[in-house]
C-alpha cells in the first residue's frame, strides 16, 4: 500500500512527521507538504506562479520519500499523484493537524482540502486533526498509530468514490478516550472580530480573530462528539447540488 501524506501546516510540522513515522510501518510512505504555514487557505491552487519541490531527505524513519512543495495542500496531492511519483498513490491521509477542522470549518481547512483533492482524483482520503494545539508527543503517537488501524481498515473495505473521512480527535489524554463515533459536520460560525492597527508608515490593517460558535448542538454532530471525548469520524461527500430547490425552480418558468 502507498500512503501520499500531506498537511497545512507545513513540512516542518512535528504531528507530520509522527503520522508519516508510524504509518510508515503498515505501508509505503511518501510525503508532500507546503513549504510554510498554509492553513485555512481552503481548496486554493496556484496557477500564477511555478511550483518547486525541495526534497527532505531522512525526513522520518520508515518514510520512503519526503518533499516541500511552495504551495498549498491541493497542489501537493495534485503534484504528487500526477506529476512526481513514481507509483500510483493507494491512499492519501492529510494531517495530523493541530486545532479542530469541525462543522463548517471543512470549507476553509487546508487539511481537509487536502482529502478533498485526493478523492476528486478517486483515491481513498482521511483528513485528521486534534481539538488541542499542543499535544503530548506519546499522545501523538497513539493517535497515528490509530490512524494507522483506520487506514487499514479504509484499505480493506473501500470507500464511495467521492467520500472522504473528516477524523477529529477530543482534547484529553489518549487513554481517556472513550470510543469512536461516527458523525455529521455540525454548522459552526465564528465571532469574528477585525483588530483594526496602524503601522509606522500611517497605512491602516485588520488582524481578524475570532471565536467560534457551533450552530448545531445535535447530539450526532463532530463537535458534540469531540465535547464529549469521543473519536468523531465524519463520511462526507462533497455534492454540490441541491436537488430539492432544482425541483421547485422547475415551476419558475425561467426564460431569456
Known sequence: MHILITNDDGIHSFGLRVL?????KIGRVSVIAPDRERSATGHAITVHHPLRLTPYPNFAENVESAMSLDGTPSDCVKIGVEAVLATSVDLVVSGLNPGPNLGT????????????EAVL???PAIAASTMSLTVPTEDLE?????????VRKVHQ?????ETLLN???????????????????????YQ???DKRVDPRGRIYYWMAGDPVDLDEGEDTDAAAVRAGYISISPVRFNLSDPAIMEEMTTWQLQV
Open 142 to 150: 497513539q493517535m497515528a498509530d490509530w490512524l494507522g488501524y483506520l
Open 167 to 189: 477524523v477529529n480527535f477530543p482534547d484529553c489524554p489518549w487513554e481517556k478516550i472513550k470510543g469512536v463515533r461516527l458523525t455529521r459536520p455540525g454548522v459552526r460560525r
Open 121 to 123: 482524483s478517486g483515491i
Open 192 to 194: 469574528n472580530v477585525f
Open 20 to 24: 508519516a513515522q508510524r504509518l510508515g
Open 105 to 116: 470549518d471543512l470549507l476553509y481547512s487546508g487539511t481537509v482540502a487536502g482529502a478533498v
Open 157 to 161: 473495505q473501500g470507500l464511495p468514490r
